[in-house]
């Protein structure tokens, strides 16, 4: 899918994805908009007809049928737009979603959750209007046109005058454009930053509770509000301003060509009926209130298309299609460099190699690379330099879904994702084995042996529903979810990537998961990241990180002699 990072672009895309809706709501304002220039010649000639006493009943009905089309027409547009704008905003959604799971995590990273959820809720909605605002505002275009047209053949002065009038409001009206557009985009910026903060103090209001900061968070989250409020009087005030101009000049500009009409039927150059039609066609012309709310309209859409082209600018991860040889899952780092956005080194030219079938556990003082370790080796992040490769196949190589078939993570702190349990364990399988089974039974195969593996098996027998139980109403520890996240990650068939999963479980728990993890029957190779020695000791082999460098790899046994070692671990460091 190419990346669409330039706003019109964007917005051209989102306007085709309206579809048949579009087309319908561009063949609805066309008749509309002819319907209204024919209804003031239609009343011009009803005039004519009932001054000269000939078929003014005709030429009357004929204005009362332009009149039921203009209302048919107006029923119609606002259907088609509605559904075409909802169309088109449910793609653009998806396509940003689909964009933000496709791209490094690292990136996503870099933008406040709060305010990607404003980019993917808010200014989605209003990218999603372009449809409409484009074609009313082409449309909206016609019956200025057609009445400088209309009143030049009637009289040329006439379209003379109403042209002049237009052109001065074509001048205001660009430089509303100009500013309203900057004013909408710092309100969306603004706007997301709130969001940003305000996600994230939800997502630790028992902190916050337990501190006593209550008041101080508010005062946070709610900081950018007097410049919110600043950029949002900013654009009411020149959509006021605006406004008034319009407002101004259009009964001025009829006014004007009123005068310029009457002198023209006191000079005999038309009749009564044209020159109804030509105060008509005057109001016509210099109601301008459709355009420029039009023209508002485009602003906000073209303003929220650049926030939703920014994180659409970020490439995807590149993905091949090369399947894996046999084998048991032999993971190999060469010359392996990760680096922060401004340039810190994280990993520095590490060389790793875990035999097919081993345990091999990651440890080190914080800060010293094991999690990014941990991401690497399953593709969470791509390296900046050097390539992880699996059974001999680079992780660029393989499919996305070829990846997650055969790489399992577990975290400390796991997103349980899913509306049960039982999905929420069954995240990484077939969508047929992540339902729970509709006879009755509580879990799937696959689901049942993972819980049991994870040692969560009889957890989740105590809900009230079983593996059928919400996510919501399920009454988990932190130990509890973390053996959920175990269990997600187990069906994985070549390696497990355990980045401290098992950090808040009890010392007997842990010690069956351990045994679990190091049984070599299950034929799978395991990275464990961790800070406990029980788990280093029962790991095959441990690396040892050191400032984002990989200091030994050997047995825990050979290791422990070393002072510095030893020191890792009597700190608690967690890293």
């Known amino acids: 899918m190419p990346t669409l990072t330039d706003p019109d672009r964007l917005l051209r895309r989102v306007v085709r994805d309206g579809g048949g809706w579009t087309v319908l709501l561009v063949a609805v304002a066309l008749v509309g908009a002819a319907t209204e220039l024919a209804l003031p010649a239609a009343l011009g000639l009803a005039v004519d007809a009932a001054v000269d006493g000939d078929g003014s009943a005709w030429w009357t009905a004929t204005a009362c049928g332009l009149v039921a089309v203009l209302v048919l027409t107006d029923i119609l547009g606002d259907l088609a737009g509605g559904y075409g704008a909802a169309r088109a905003t449910a793609r653009l959604r998806r396509r940003l979603l689909r964009h933000l799971f496709a791209v490094d995590v690292r990136t996503v990273r870099r933008y406040p959750v709060g305010d990607l959820v404003s980019r993917l809720v808010g200014q989605t909605a209003d990218a999603g209007q372009a449809g409409t605002a484009v074609v009313l505002g082409l449309v909206a275009l016609l019956p200025p046109v057609g009445s400088v047209v209309a009143l030049t053949l009637i009289e040329p002065l006439l379209g003379v005058t109403l042209l002049a009038g237009l052109a001065l409001l074509a001048v205001l009206m660009r430089a509303f454009v100009t500013d309203a557009s900057a004013a ?21 209001a028992r902190t916050i509770a337990a501190a006593a900061t209550v008041d101080s968070e508010r005062d946070r989250v709610l900081a950018a509000l007097p410049e919110l409020r600043d950029h949002g009087h900013r654009g009411w005030r020149l959509l006021a301003r605006a406004s008034g101009r319009t407002a101004a000049v259009g009964p001025l500009l009829q006014v004007a060509v009123v005068a310029v009409g009457g002198y023209a039927l006191t000079a005999g150059w038309i009749t009564p009926g044209e020159l109804v039609a030509a105060v ?34 970020h490439p995807p991860r590149p993905e091949g299609d090369q399947a894996l040889p046999s084998g048991g899952g032999e993971l190999r780092l060469r010359g392996v460099g990760l680096h922060t956005d401004d340039g810190r080194p994280v990993l520095a030219g590490v060389d790793l190699t875990v035999p097919a079938g081993a345990t091999v ?3 080190g003082r914080s800060g010293a690379g094991k999690s990014s370790l941990a991401a690497v080796a399953g593709r969470l992040y791509d390296p900046d330099t050097g390539e992880v490769l699996l059974d001999g196949v680079p992780l660029r190589g393989l499919s996305r879904a070829a990846l997650r078939r055969a790489v399992g993570h577990a975290f400390d702190r796991p997103a349980l994702v899913g509306e049960t349990v039982h999905e929420a364990i069954g995240l990484g399988l077939p969508p047929a084995v992540a339902r729970p089974p509709d006879d009755g039974t509580p879990a799937t195969a696959a689901v049942l042996t993972a819980a049991r593996a994870a040692q969560v098996a009889d957890v989740v027998a105590r809900l009230p529903d079983g593996f059928r139980t919400r996510l919501v109403d399920a009454p988990l520890s932190g130990g509890e979810a973390q053996r959920l996240g175990l269990a997600r990650a187990f069906p994985a068939e070549r390696l497990l990537v355990l980045d401290d999963a098992t950090s808040s479980l009890d010392t007997a728990t842990e010690h069956r998961i351990t045994r679990t993890l190091t049984d070599r029957a299950g034929g799978r190779t395991r990275l464990v990241v961790t800070h406990r020695t029980t788990t280093a000791a029962a790991a095959d082999l441990v690396a040892w990180l050191d400032a984002g460098r990989l200091r030994a790899l050997a047995p825990h046994r050979r290791l422990w002699a070393d002072p510095d070692y030893r020191a890792v671990f009597a700190g608690g460091d967690q890293g």
Not at 184 to 204: C, F, N, P, S
């Open 184 to 204: 909408v985009a710092d309100y969306q910026r603004v706007l997301g930053g709130v969001a940003g903060r305000l996600l994230e103090a939800l997502g630790g």
């Open 280 to 313: 008509q066609y005057a109001a016509l012309g210099a109601g301008l209130g459709a355009v420029l709310a039009t023209l508002n309209r485009l602003v906000r859409s073209r303003a929220a298309a650049r926030r939703i082209a920014e994180p659409l600018a």
């Open 361 to 363: 556990a990651v440890v």
